[in-house]
């Protein structure tokens, strides 16, 4: 059955407006969904975050452009104020797209501006996005699960609505789980600390900023060593921070692409 696409809505008078969020990706472009693709084309105005690479927005060429994200600690807009624009927009133009990096059910806000939109009379639809708490790990050949090896993976995020550190850290870092720490940076030694209470000094470690961009950068370390080799590096978020033995397995692959290169020469 073909897929529903979503339609384009006009903005005359009566028309409610549509506020369609739509992930766009961990960064690369080319991760961007073909539905996401189709909702840009179909826009009229499109609000998007720091995260989202401004190529994209070639899509939406006949669609106003509102840049509302965050750099550096620093608010275009707070998100009380993105709520009132989008029914704002899409009151007066019709069709607003919400661009989100990653996907923006996965600590993306994307849940509650489709709640809000929908109170204040909107239509509201969805468009996941490739989450980076596992697409930026997958480009650097370090999967989240492997047979025998994990069992499971917990994705929290780093810091909480509070600015603290997730109380579910302590609780992941009891498992054997590959733990993914998305907005963690600046409580990187708070998270090593958790691991070493749990005596776990050699767990391997990737922390990965800018993920899937040119920008991209990447640090392997274990627990005792991390701290060091990221401040080496000046890494800074945007940034995932992995946790587990599945960490190994880029460097085995390596090590097996290189032994395999060496052989065919």
């Known amino acids: 059955m073909k897929e529903k696409s979503i339609k384009h809505i006009a903005s005359p008078d009566g028309v409610k407006g549509l506020l369609t969020v739509v992930g766009a990706g ?30 994209l927005l070639d899509y939406a060429q006949n669609a106003k452009h509102i840049f509302v994200g965050k750099r550096k600690g620093c608010y275009s807009y707070h998100q ?15 069709h607003v797209v919400r661009l989100k990096g990653g996907d923006p059910f996965v600590f993306g806000r994307g849940a509650e501006e489709m709640l809000y939109a929908a109170e204040h009379g909107l ?23 492997k047979r025998g090896v994990t069992e499971s993976f917990w994705v929290i995020t780093g810091t909480t609505k509070e600015h603290k550190l997730s109380k579910d850290v302590a ?10 720490i998305l907005m963690g940076m600046s409580k990187l030694s708070e998270i090593v600390a958790l691991y070493k209470a749990e005596g776990k000094l050699e767990i391997p470690v990737a922390i990965i900023q800018n993920g899937t961009t040119k920008e ?6 274990s627990i005792s060593t ?28 390596l090590g097996v692409t290189k032994e395999v290169n060496t052989v065919n020469n």
């Open 26 to 55: 961990p960064g690369d472009v080319e991760l961007m969904t073909l539905k996401g693709i189709k909702a840009l084309r179909n826009a009229n105005v499109v609000l998007y975050d720091a995260l989202v690479d401004a190529e």
């Open 80 to 94: 009380d104020q993105i709520n009132e624009l989008i029914v704002q927009y899409a009151k007066s133009h019709g």
């Open 123 to 145: 239509e509201v639809a969805m468009v996941p996005g490739i989450s980076s708490s596992m697409a930026v790990a997958a480009a650097q050949n370090i999967p989240v699960t």
């Open 171 to 180: 609780l992941a870092a009891k498992s054997n789980a590959t733990v993914v």
């Open 216 to 221: 991209e950068k990447i640090v392997i370390g």
């Open 226 to 253: 991390i701290l060091n080799e990221s401040k080496y590096r000046y890494l800074s978020n945007p940034a995932i921070i992995v946790i587990g033995e599945v960490v190994n397995h880029r460097a085995e692959l």
